[in-house]
């Protein structure tokens, strides 16, 4: 699978908005890019994914940008409990599983 | 609704001793894998399953064995427990072979070998 960067971390105030980006210039046409997110002693939660246009669920809403090399997902209010570590991952063929990065630690300030 | 369900939650174990490590899923998902997350770092994929029957070798597979015997049972074996093998363990299962699939993950197995 192709590599995404990401910020090592990242701080916010709760109730304000969350901008977390994730660079991804060798992505190819098929790979599909997947947010997944891990709270403290838990494993990692399903956020939100999407290929080529802009995605949104009740969690988190996901802009790629028009070359597909970079995305970010947003999260739109953000509360205490969205402190976690935050991974972009692309998806291409195969069962294998996910290829995890370290991801960006989000911090939020009450 | 379990979800994914891994036990024990914690163990500790002296090097050379053995253990299998439990996962269960009750989603009736074809696809399970088993993943290691070291301190700080992101998740490993050490097996993973794509059905009953069928395995395969993940990044760091060495060390460790697993079967599948049933849809929803895919226990990690670890034979002889070296330190390196410190590590939280994931289990995770996804219903087909499709990108755009969530993969579902349980809590973990944090496991410590002294």
């Known amino acids: 699978d192709a590599k995404t960067t990401q910020p090592n971390s990242m701080e916010s105030n709760e109730e304000e908005p969350v901008h977390l980006p994730c660079n991804h210039s060798t992505i190819s046409g098929t790979d599909y890019i997947h947010w997944y997110r891990q709270l403290p002693s838990q494993g990692p939660e399903y956020v939100i994914h999407?290929?080529?246009s802009n995605v949104n669920n009740r969690m988190a809403s996901l802009a790629i940008a028009e070359d597909r090399k970079s995305s970010t997902l947003i999260l739109h209010r953000a509360t205490l409990r969205d402190a976690a570590v935050y991974y972009c991952?692309?998806?291409?063929?195969?069962?294998?599983?996910?290829?995890f990065g370290k991801g960006t630690h989000l911090i939020i300030q009450p | 609704n379990a979800g994914v369900t891994q036990t024990p939650k914690f163990r500790i174990l002296k090097i050379g001793q053995s253990m299998t490590l439990q996962c269960t899923q009750d989603m009736n998902h074809n696809y399970m894998y088993w993943y290691r997350q070291d301190p700080g770092m992101g998740l490993k994929l050490i097996y993973y399953?794509?059905?009953?029957?069928?395995?395969d070798k993940g990044e760091v597979p060495n060390g460790y064995n697993v079967s599948r015997s049933t849809t929803e049972d895919f226990p990690l074996r670890l034979e002889l427990a070296a330190p390196s093998q410190t590590s939280v363990y994931f289990c995770?299962?996804?219903?087909?072979?499709?990108?755009?699939?969530?993969?579902?993950f349980g809590d973990g197995t944090r496991l410590s070998i002294l």
């Open positions: 995770a299962s996804s219903y087909v072979r499709d990108l755009r699939e969530p993969q579902h």
């Open positions: 399953s794509v059905g009953a029957g069928i395995t």
């Open positions: 991952i692309l998806r291409g063929g195969g069962a294998d599983g996910l290829t």
């Open positions: 999407g290929l080529t």
